[in-house]
């Protein structure tokens, strides 16, 4: 992944995707995105009473992150 791609996710992840999903879940407190050394991907969804969830992304388009984020929050 480069790093422009890198960017662009965590933008997303961290600002559009985390409005969007604490408008609608009043629990959200905020979505983190989280790259490792070994090139896993994982948006972190913080609950506000402290729970925290994270979703694997590693390869995601923006599309399918969103995706993947609004499925686990309909799991929880």
């Given at each position: 992944?480069?790093?422009?791609?890198?960017?662009?996710?965590k933008?997303?992840?961290?600002?559009?995707?985390?409005?969007?999903?604490?408008?609608?879940?009043g629990?959200?407190?905020?979505?983190?995105?989280?790259?490792?050394?070994?090139?896993?991907?994982?948006v972190?969804?913080?609950?506000s009473?402290?729970?925290?969830?994270?979703?694997?992304?590693t390869g995601?388009?923006?599309?399918?992150?969103?995706?993947?984020?609004?499925e686990?929050?309909?799991?929880?």
């Amino acid at each position: 992944m480069s790093m422009e791609q890198f960017e662009q996710k965590k933008a997303f992840v961290t600002r559009e995707l985390s409005r969007c999903v604490t408008a609608v879940d009043g629990n959200v407190s905020k979505l983190e995105y989280q790259f490792t050394d070994d090139g896993q991907e994982s948006v972190i969804i913080r609950f506000s009473n402290g729970y925290i969830k994270t979703v694997d992304v590693t390869g995601d388009s923006l599309y399918s992150v969103m995706f993947n984020v609004v499925e686990a929050l309909a799991e929880v």
